[in-house]
């Protein structure tokens, strides 16, 4: 006996067919208005474009009956696609022509990836690592800029050590995640000017493309304005910020945030809960928690280290943040309900209106995960 | 000057009129699809065909050049907009014909989400709400299964109130998030069949297929099969789990992680670092990390004070995560990087391979919240 869902499913899959080839052809064309872009110097991403392209398709899915919220994704998806393929394609160059780029600790990952996204926009790269300090003046000398990314323990050594090996017009920057003390190493080693910068994104993004780099121009902002304009053709959003508020916010975006996902893991194995036992009765939300917590642990030991010790001041941020657990708790331990009621309504107040925006992103996130994972 | 790049961007204009065109078709075809499965009374959602399906499309995609997560990717939110239309369409109905069902404390957010899924299923559906209970006896006397979904607070004392009014064969079942307490008093107050019930995810899920639900029939389980085959075949994931192992994983995800959400953003508060001001310099994970803590302030107080301060078990695992922080927190105070790196290292091989897993599904996470919000 035939099953009366065979015929639907097969002309489901003639639909999925037609699907992916429209999509390949799609791509292709995508690529192409990628070199026409290069070729005209024109940015990759244009925020504006973008969002003009997307208001159109949602109307076009609203008038089909589809959800626009839901089309709005789905098209996000596609143009993601597309730009994915781009860190395949050659990049754009920013106006001046070729330059000459030491970076030094360009071995490691994130130096690579930056090293790769130079040459394939036509610049000159050259890589210093600790064996090659006996090359440093071939290698500095005619560099139209030397990047320093290099573990946060030894930057400001290496800094040191650089300076005097530097011409008055080569750019000194650094990839340091905190700022306060490179900041203050690189204008007392080296003249000329100077270009703070903190790429915000992992060294294994598919694409530069919307990531994000803080940049403080330190010392004649003119002269790196031309490596700003690149990061910006590449399609990396820079925003500029003084050392002290980057280091402020970074204290608790980077420090605090790694401390506790090992305070939850470290507490996991005190327990003896093991995540896996835990994954089967997780609803979405703690699940995304748990995958969050868990790659922590998926990376180096020491590179988190250095993070969480990275200065005085935030070693100080977690001490005071154990006091304010210290006073929640208390709220716990008394078992005062009312007291921890007044204490999630003023944090609600001082939330404000971000926690419906919050409600409403993280909503998302569960959405996409749960189609994705369970 | 015509721009170079109108006709291609007319021709891809075109294609995503095309895309749009065969997703309503699809949509079509699975929405009969549904009302099939349903007229022949089977299950909507069947895990060994959907990944069936997947990996047909992934090879697919694989011949036509086009990445293979991302086609995967892809098709999931194809089928989920497709999921998602099931929640306006009628719903299968469990063997045995239509039931009597009594939400006590049905008019509260995930009694009217049951409540709606019950009646679309064509069963009886009756409400009891503080005013009703005059009423209960008419309401109780014929009810097949009466479900009790108030604040955990009150729980117990429902509970113990309606047992006189309850017929032998009636299944009395709740919804409390802890389950230890209630199934005691569930089996004390009434001598016919009993299920535990938690529904694992929030009262405005748009569908309840796929999300997760844990049952402990706790006496006479044979009565209330036809409750937990309801459930499957709505698409529920009914997982089995017994009163004190629930209580102790919930502890953890829903407990602590409660506690933990609120300490950062009480920290944020206390710090005076606005949410929205450290947004703009947010990587995607920690963006990832503040939604899902401002998201708890969007809701209610009374209610996260009822999960934190559901039991002394729990408040105690909360002393203990104090104790443990304060350990932790002695290697910062002491600057004893090597301590930390151990802590670590030893985490690290607690979590084994679930740590590679969680890097690949956070990334994923990551990735989709980039492509969304930035």
Redesign the interface.
């Known amino acids: 006996m035939p099953n009366?869902?065979d015929a639907?499913?097969r002309?489901?899959?003639a639909?999925?067919?037609?699907?992916?080839?429209?999509?390949?052809?799609?791509?292709a064309?995508?690529a192409?208005?990628l070199t026409?872009?290069i070729d005209?110097g024109l940015p990759v991403f244009v925020p504006e474009r973008e969002q003009a392209k997307v208001a159109?398709?949602r109307r076009?899915?609203g008038e089909?009956?589809?959800?626009a919220g839901?089309?709005e994704?789905?098209?996000?998806?596609?143009?993601?696609?597309s730009r994915?393929r781009q860190s395949h394609a050659d990049f754009p160059q920013c106006p001046g022509g070729s330059r000459t780029i030491l970076l030094v600790g360009g071995a490691g990952q994130l130096g690579r990836c930056y090293g790769r996204a130079f040459t394939a926009s036509g610049h000159t790269v050259r890589t210093l690592e600790t064996g090659d300090w006996e090359q440093v003046d071939q290698l500095a000398a005619d560099a139209d800029a030397v990047i320093v990314t290099v573990p946060i323990r030894v930057t400001e050594q290496v800094i040191a050590r650089l300076g005097p090996h530097l011409t008055p017009d080569t750019v000194l920057a650094d990839f340091t995640s905190l700022k306060a003390g490179p900041t203050a190493a690189m204008l007392a080693a080296h003249a000329g000017p100077v270009l703070c910068l903190h790429p915000?994104?992992?060294p294994?993004v598919?694409n530069l493309s919307?990531?994000?780099i803080?940049a403080c121009p330190a010392r004649r902002p003119a002269a790196s304005a031309w490596l700003r304009d690149q990061f910006r053709l590449w399609g990396l959003?820079v925003?500029e910020?003084v050392p002290a508020e980057?280091d402020?916010?970074?204290d608790?975006?980077?420090g605090?945030?790694h401390?506790?996902a090992?305070?939850?893991?470290?507490?996991?194995?005190?327990?003896n809960?093991?995540?896996?036992?835990?994954l089967?009765?997780?609803?979405?939300?703690?699940r995304?928690?748990?995958?969050?917590?868990?790659?922590?642990?998926?990376?180096n030991?020491?590179l988190?280290?250095d993070i969480?010790?990275a200065s005085t001041e935030r070693?100080r941020?977690?001490?005071?943040?154990?006091t304010?657990?210290?006073q929640?708790?208390e709220l716990?331990?008394k078992?005062d309900?009312a007291g921890?009621?007044r204490?999630?309504?003023?944090?609600?107040a001082?939330?404000g209106d971000?926690?419906?925006?919050?409600?409403a992103?993280?909503?998302?996130?569960i959405?996409?995960?749960?189609?994705?994972?369970?």
């Open positions: 009366p869902l639907h499913r002309r489901i899959d639909i999925d067919a037609k699907l992916l080839q429209l999509l390949q052809e799609r791509n064309l995508a192409e208005v026409t872009k005209a159109a398709f076009a899915a089909l009956g589809l959800d839901w089309a994704d789905f098209l996000r998806m596609i143009m993601s696609s994915d915000m994104h992992g294994d598919a919307k990531q994000l803080t959003r925003v910020l980057h402020r916010i970074m608790q975006v980077q605090l945030r401390f506790v090992l305070l939850h893991g470290s507490f996991l194995r005190e327990t809960l093991a995540p896996a036992d835990i089967a009765l997780s609803s979405p939300i703690y995304a928690e748990l995958m969050m917590t868990g790659r922590i642990f998926a990376q030991a020491e988190y280290a969480v010790f070693r941020l977690l001490e005071r943040f154990l304010h657990h210290q929640l708790a716990v331990r078992d309900k921890f009621v204490e999630f309504e003023a944090i609600g001082f939330f971000f926690a419906a925006q919050a409600r992103e993280s909503g998302y996130l959405h996409r995960l749960a189609d994705r994972f369970v």
